[in-house]
C-alpha cells in the first residue's frame, strides 16, 4: 500500500487538477479530496484511479451538489492498495472516522434487538438489546422492537413459556394471569412438570430455528398418543397449540428452503438520494424491514451509482453486525464487489443471490416497493422541513442558499429547576432540517443563588462556548431580555458575534404562537400565530424545555431517593450498595416490589415494607 498527497498548502487556486492526474496510476486504491480549510471532502475508491478521479474533472452535467463539492477542491491525495476490496476497506474506514460532507453516509445509532431465552431450569423469554453472551441463547436481530414483540407473543401463544423476571417466578405462590389466559404454563408453582416444560422450550428453540415442520409434527403427534390414553384434557391442549402454530405459519409465509436466515438488500435512489431497505428473514419468518437513507447519492452520476451505495452499506452496516447466512440483493452488478469484500475475512461463507425463487424473490420484489415508498416519503418530509428552514432564514436574513441552508445550525438553550433545586440548563441542536439529539448536551448549574435563572445562563454559555472552535449560525436563548442580556454580555468576553444571538420571549399567558423574537439591536419581532418560522422557532424552544426538564427531574428523583435511603433505619452503605446493584439503578428500585426487595441480601420483609413504603 503506498500513498501519494499532491498538495500541502491547501490554496484552491494553487490547485492544478491536470498536474494531480497525470501522477495517477491505473490501479486499485483510495482517493481524497481537501478544501482550503484542510477538511476532507470526499473519500472515494477505484478499481483505476487514473480513469475515477478524472471523471470530476473532464465530465460535465454533475449534479448542483457535486459541482460545489468539485468547486471547493484544494488539495487531493491517494493511496494504492492491492485490490478493489481493500479500496473498500479503506474506504470505509476513512468515512467512519472522518465523516467527510459528500460521501454516502447510512446513519444508525440504534443497536438492534433479540429475543433472548434464558438458561434457567425454566428458560425465560425475554426483549433484548446490547451485546449478547453465552450465558442465553439469542435469536436475531429484528430489525425493530415489534417484530421481537411479536415473536415474544408467538411463542407465549404456541409454547406457553414464561416472560417474567426470575425474582417474579421465585416468590410467586399463585399463578399470574397469563397462565389464565393460556399464554404461560405457570412452572412458578409447578403446574407444569419440568420435563413437559423442557420439551415446549426445545420445540421453541426449534421453531426459531425454522424447524417448523419438525415442531408441527411432534404436536399432532403428542396429541393423538394422548387422544388414544383417553386423555382428552391433554389432547386438547396439543389441540390449541397446534392452531396457534398453524395460524402463525399461514400469517407468515414460513420459507421451507434449506437456508432459512437471509438478509434481503434493496437499493434504489431518486437522483439526489439512495436508500437501502433491509429486510430480515429469520428461522423462515420475514421479520419487516428498515430503510437507510444516505446522506447523498456522491459522485458523478454514473451508472454504477446505486452499486457503490449498495456496497458502502454493507460495509458500514456489516462492520459490528454479522450478516446472515445469506444475502439477497437487487443489483447483480454489485455482487462481484460485495463477494470481495465479504472473502476479506467480514463474513466468509456467506452467499450472495441477485435472482432468487420462490418466496425470497416475493420478499425482494416487496424490499424494493418499499425502499421506492421511503423514497416518496422521505422526499416529501424534506420538502417541507427545507420549506421551513427556509422560510425561518428568510425571515431573520440568514443565509438562504440551497447547499448552506442544509448546514444551518441552531443551539437553544434552556433552564429548568424546582424552587432552585437540581437547576439544568439545556442545549439541543437543529441541524440538515431536523433535530440532531445525538449533539444534545445537558448542564448541571453548580455554585450559584437558588432561583438565578440570568445565573444559570451566564454558566451554561461560558461552559459551552468558551473553547468552541466553530460557532452555530444562530442561538436561541429562551427568555426575555434579561436572559438576551446576560447571553450578550457571555458572548462579547469570549469575543463572538453576538449578533448570532436571538432572544425568544414567551406570549400572554405562555400562549405557543404570541411569543416575541428579540434582536441584539433591541428590535423586537412579532410574527404571528401561524408564521412558519414561528412555529419552527417553537418547536425548537419547546424541545430545549422538554430536554431540560427531563435532566432535571432525573437529577431530583436521584438526589431525593438518594437522601429517603440514608434517611431509613436499618440501611447503611452496604444494603444501599446492594440494593442499587441488584435492580440496576435508582428507577428499577423504585419499580421493586416488597417481596423483590426482600430477596436482597440482609434486607429482612420488614424493612422491605419500609422501603418501599418511603419510595412511595
Not at 154 to 174: A, G, M
Request: proline share 3%; hydrophobic share 40%; aromatic share 6%.
Amino acid at each position: 500500500m503506498t500513498s501519494a498527497p499532491s498538495s500541502t498548502d491547501f490554496n484552491q487556486d494553487a490547485f492544478d487538477a491536470k498536474a494531480f492526474m497525470a501522477n495517477l496510476p491505473g490501479l486499485p486504491g483510495v482517493y481524497r479530496f481537501i478544501n482550503t480549510q484542510g477538511q476532507l471532502l470526499y473519500v472515494g475508491k477505484a478499481k483505476d484511479l487514473r480513469k475515477r478521479v478524472s471523471s470530476y474533472f473532464q465530465k460535465t452535467g454533475h449534479s448542483p451538489r457535486i459541482a460545489h463539492m468539485v468547486s471547493q477542491i484544494a488539495a487531493a491525495e491517494f493511496t494504492v492498495v492491492r485490490s478493489e476490496a481493500e479500496a473498500l476497506l479503506l474506504e470505509n474506514n476513512l468515512i467512519k472516522t472522518q465523516a467527510p460532507r459528500y460521501n454516502i453516509l447510512f446513519r444508525d445509532d440504534k443497536s438492534y434487538p433479540f429475543l433472548r431465552m434464558s438458561r434457567h431450569r425454566y428458560p425465560r423469554i425475554s426483549y433484548y438489546r446490547g451485546a449478547v453472551d453465552k450465558n442465553a441463547d439469542y435469536f436475531g436481530p429484528f430489525p425493530n422492537a415489534w417484530a421481537v414483540k411479536e415473536s415474544i407473543q408467538i411463542l407465549q401463544k404456541v409454547f406457553r413459556l414464561r416472560s417474567c423476571t426470575d425474582n417474579v417466578l421465585s416468590n410467586r405462590s399463585r399463578p399470574c394471569l397469563l397462565h389464565q389466559i393460556h399464554r404461560c404454563s405457570a412452572p412458578c408453582v409447578q403446574e407444569i412438570s419440568d420435563e413437559d416444560y423442557g420439551r415446549d422450550v426445545g420445540r421453541a428453540l426449534s421453531f426459531l430455528r425454522g424447524g417448523h415442520e419438525e415442531v408441527l409434527s411432534a404436536l399432532q403427534a403428542d396429541m393423538q398418543k394422548a387422544s388414544d390414553q383417553l386423555d382428552f384434557e391433554a389432547a386438547a391442549v396439543y389441540r390449541d397449540q397446534i392452531g396457534a402454530l398453524s395460524r402463525v405459519l399461514q400469517q407468515h409465509s414460513m420459507e421451507t428452503e434449506s437456508v432459512q436466515d437471509c438478509d434481503i438488500l434493496a437499493v434504489v435512489g431518486d437522483g439526489q438520494r439512495a436508500v437501502v431497505n433491509l429486510a430480515m428473514v429469520r428461522g423462515g419468518r420475514h421479520l419487516g424491514d428498515r430503510p437507510y437513507f444516505s446522506a447523498a447519492i456522491h459522485g458523478p452520476e454514473s451508472d454504477d451509482t446505486l452499486d457503490e451505495a449498495l456496497l458502502a452499506f454493507a460495509s458500514q452496516h456489516y462492520l459490528d453486525t454479522p450478516p446472515a447466512s445469506t444475502l439477497v440483493v437487487n443489483r447483480e452488478s454489485a455482487v462481484p464487489a460485495l463477494l470481495d469484500w465479504l472473502a476479506t475475512g467480514q463474513a466468509k461463507g456467506v452467499r450472495v443471490l441477485h435472482a432468487p425463487q420462490g418466496k425470497r424473490r416475493d420478499w425482494l420484489r416487496l424490499a424494493e416497493d418499499n425502499a421506492r415508498l421511503a423514497l416518496v416519503r422521505r422526499a416529501q418530509e424534506q420538502g417541507g422541513a427545507e420549506a421551513r428552514t427556509r422560510l425561518l432564514a428568510e425571515t431573520l436574513g440568514l443565509a438562504s442558499d440551497t447547499e448552506d441552508l442544509a448546514e444551518l445550525r441552531i443551539e437553544c438553550f434552556d433552564i429548568s429547576h424546582t424552587s432552585g433545586e437540581a437547576t439544568q440548563a439545556s442545549c439541543v441542536v437543529y441541524h440538515h432540517h431536523a433535530m440532531q439529539s445525538s449533539d444534545y448536551r445537558r448542564f448541571n448549574i453548580r455554585d450559584i443563588t437558588a432561583g438565578d435563572d440570568y445565573a444559570a445562563v451566564r454558566q451554561a454559555l461560558t461552559r459551552r462556548y468558551e473553547q468552541a472552535e466553530t460557532l452555530p449560525d444562530l442561538v436561541l436563548i429562551d427568555g426575555g431580555k434579561g436572559q438576551l442580556s446576560v447571553a450578550m454580555d457571555v458572548f462579547a468576553g469570549l469575543g463572538h458575534d453576538t449578533g448570532i444571538l436571538l432572544g425568544v420571549a414567551k406570549g400572554e399567558g405562555r400562549k405557543v404562537g404570541l411569543e416575541r423574537l428579540i434582536f441584539p439591536d433591541g428590535r423586537e419581532l412579532a410574527l404571528g400565530r401561524d408564521h412558519g418560522a414561528l412555529m419552527l422557532i417553537a418547536e425548537i424552544r419547546d424541545e430545549a424545555h422538554r430536554f431540560a426538564i427531563s435532566g432535571m427531574r432525573a437529577k431530583r428523583a436521584k438526589a431525593r431517593i438518594g437522601s429517603v435511603l440514608d434517611e431509613i433505619e436499618g440501611v447503611g452503605p452496604k444494603r444501599r450498595q446492594r440494593l442499587l446493584a441488584r435492580f440496576g439503578g435508582l428507577q428499577g428500585l423504585k419499580k421493586a416490589s416488597v417481596d423483590e426487595l426482600a430477596t436482597v441480601e440482609g434486607v429482612s420483609h420488614g424493612l422491605a415494607e419500609e422501603i418501599y413504603r418511603r419510595l412511595h
